[in-house]
């Protein structure tokens, strides 16, 4: 448990520490209507992702508004 709040403490403002990356992350672009279907297999492991409601714009996460037209 220790070593995960560490962990936590690592991600940026609006992201979450996954060890099991989700394939789920959206970016600014993307059609938030369509659902994602969640991978089975860890595509990448020990990563940091934007947290649900926030977009991946470049190298941080933003609210979908704040995204460039």
């Not at 995960?4 to 600014?28: D, H, I, L, Q, V």
């Amino acid at each position: 448990m220790i070593a995960e709040a560490a962990w936590w403490n690592f991600c940026p403002e609006n992201e979450r520490w996954m060890y099991c990356k989700t394939g789920c992350e959206r970016k600014c672009g993307d059609d938030l209507s369509e659902k994602c279907i969640h991978s089975i297999d860890c595509l990448e492991k020990n990563l940091c992702e934007c947290q649900l409601g926030f977009v991946r714009l470049e190298n941080r996460c933003v609210r979908p508004d704040e995204c460039p037209e």
